[in-house]
C-alpha cells in the first residue's frame, strides 16, 4: 500500500505526494534540493491516487510548481489529515464473513482496519492502519533500531 507524505524545506516550501516507500522518494528529492528537507509526516491508506488529487485540490490555492506549495507544514499536515479523515472513517468498514481458522482470523482483522481512520504519532508523523493486535516479537531477537 502506498502513502502519502509531506516534507517540508526552510524556505517555507512543503512537498506534499505519494510513494510506496516514502523514505526513499525523501531521499531522491532531497539529492535534487539545494536545501537540507524535513520529513514531516507520512500517513499509509487506500485509493492513493483519488486521495492525492483531493489533497492537491484542496491546496490548490498555495501551490507554486508540481507537487509544491507555500504554506506552512501545519497547514498541509492539517489539509491532509482532513481530507483522509473524510474519505475513511471506521463506519465504512467493508463487511468481510469471518471463516474458521487462522486465515478467517486474519480476513476479519484486515477488514476491520483497512479503511479505519489513522492514528496521529510524532514527528516524522507516520500514521497507518495498525493491526488490531500487535504481533509478537521472538524472545531470542533484539529489536533493530531504525
Given at each position: 500500500?502506498?502513502?502519502?507524505?509531506?516534507f517540508?524545506?526552510?524556505?517555507?516550501?512543503?512537498?506534499?505526494?505519494?510513494?510506496?516507500?516514502?523514505?526513499?522518494?525523501?531521499?531522491?528529492?532531497?539529492?535534487?534540493?539545494?536545501?537540507?528537507l524535513?520529513?514531516?509526516?507520512q500517513?499509509?491508506?487506500?485509493?492513493?491516487?483519488a486521495?492525492?488529487?483531493?489533497?492537491?485540490r484542496?491546496l490548490?490555492?498555495?501551490?507554486?510548481?508540481?507537487?509544491?506549495?507555500?504554506?506552512?507544514?501545519?497547514?498541509?499536515?492539517?489539509?491532509?489529515r482532513?481530507?483522509?479523515?473524510?474519505?475513511?472513517?471506521?463506519?465504512?468498514?467493508?463487511h468481510?464473513?469471518?471463516?474458521?481458522?487462522r486465515?478467517?482470523?486474519?480476513?476479519a482483522?484486515?477488514?476491520?482496519?483497512?479503511?479505519?481512520?489513522?492514528i496521529?504519532?510524532?514527528?516524522?508523523?507516520?500514521?497507518?492502519?495498525?493491526?488490531?493486535?500487535?504481533?509478537?516479537?521472538?524472545?531470542?531477537r533484539?529489536?533493530?533500531?531504525?
Amino acid at each position: 500500500m502506498a502513502c502519502i507524505y509531506v516534507f517540508s524545506s526552510p524556505n517555507g516550501y512543503v512537498k506534499v505526494g505519494r510513494a510506496r516507500i516514502p523514505r526513499e522518494r525523501f531521499g531522491a528529492v532531497q539529492t535534487g534540493s539545494p536545501l537540507p528537507l524535513v520529513f514531516e509526516y507520512q500517513c499509509e491508506c487506500p485509493d492513493i491516487e483519488a486521495v492525492e488529487a483531493a489533497i492537491h485540490r484542496d491546496l490548490q490555492p498555495h501551490h507554486q510548481h508540481g507537487e509544491w506549495f507555500a504554506m506552512h507544514t501545519e497547514q498541509a499536515v492539517s489539509v491532509v489529515r482532513t481530507v483522509i479523515g473524510a474519505r475513511f472513517v471506521i463506519a465504512d468498514t467493508p463487511h468481510v464473513p469471518k471463516g474458521r481458522g487462522r486465515i478467517g482470523r486474519i480476513l476479519a482483522r484486515v477488514s476491520e482496519t483497512a479503511t479505519r481512520m489513522p492514528i496521529a504519532a510524532s514527528r516524522v508523523a507516520t500514521e497507518a492502519y495498525e493491526p488490531t493486535h500487535a504481533p509478537r516479537a521472538h524472545p531470542s531477537r533484539a529489536a533493530v533500531p531504525l
